[in-house]
């Protein structure tokens, strides 16, 4: 099985509420299991910063999907929870947002996906997440906690755990 790390967001509709159902839906049979989940985040959004926070989150899963074959699940997961990517804006409001952050320690390169994510760690709002359920994990030679230090996360805000 390979280990992978997916990147959940948005922030239209009880985003936690999708979250719960997208992990549902990733995790709905032998092939992806769930391994670790962070807490969810709310973040102020970012590339387009007039619109409402979001909500994020990551969660690690083990899989026996290949890193395509989990591509097209999580992206049949957004389309089931209401995502259209062929009529929203580029980081406009969306009901949610899974990204393939990671798949082992593979590095692959081609039209439909880069792996390593190519820009998580820039990016606070997936840093932070991460570094709660893997803080020493490597990700193109870098430590998850160290690629934290480096960004800021002013106005990112630990949610309380929903009961």
Request: proline content about 7%; some cysteine; aromatic content about 4%.
């Amino acid at each position: 099985m390979a280990d992978a790390l997916i990147a959940l967001g948005g922030n239209v509709g009880d985003v936690r509420a999708t979250f719960d159902q997208a992990i549902a839906k990733l995790c709905s049979d032998d092939a992806v299991h769930l391994t670790a989940r962070s807490s969810d985040y709310r973040t102020p959004p970012w590339g387009v910063t007039e619109q409402a926070p979001f909500v994020n989150a990551v969660i690690a899963v083990a899989t026996t999907l290949t890193p395509h074959g989990l591509l097209a699940r999580t992206q049949d997961c957004e389309r089931a929870l209401g995502r259209n990517r062929a009529i929203e804006r580029r980081w406009g409001p969306r009901t949610i947002d899974l990204d393939l952050l990671a798949y082992d320690d593979l590095v692959l390169i081609d039209r439909d996906l880069i792996l390593p994510h190519p820009h998580m760690l820039e990016r606070a709002f997936v840093l932070v997440p991460l570094a709660e359920i893997a803080p020493d994990r490597l990700i193109a030679g870098v430590k998850v906690s160290d690629a934290l230090k480096r960004v800021d996360a002013t106005g990112i805000e630990k949610l309380p755990a929903r009961p």
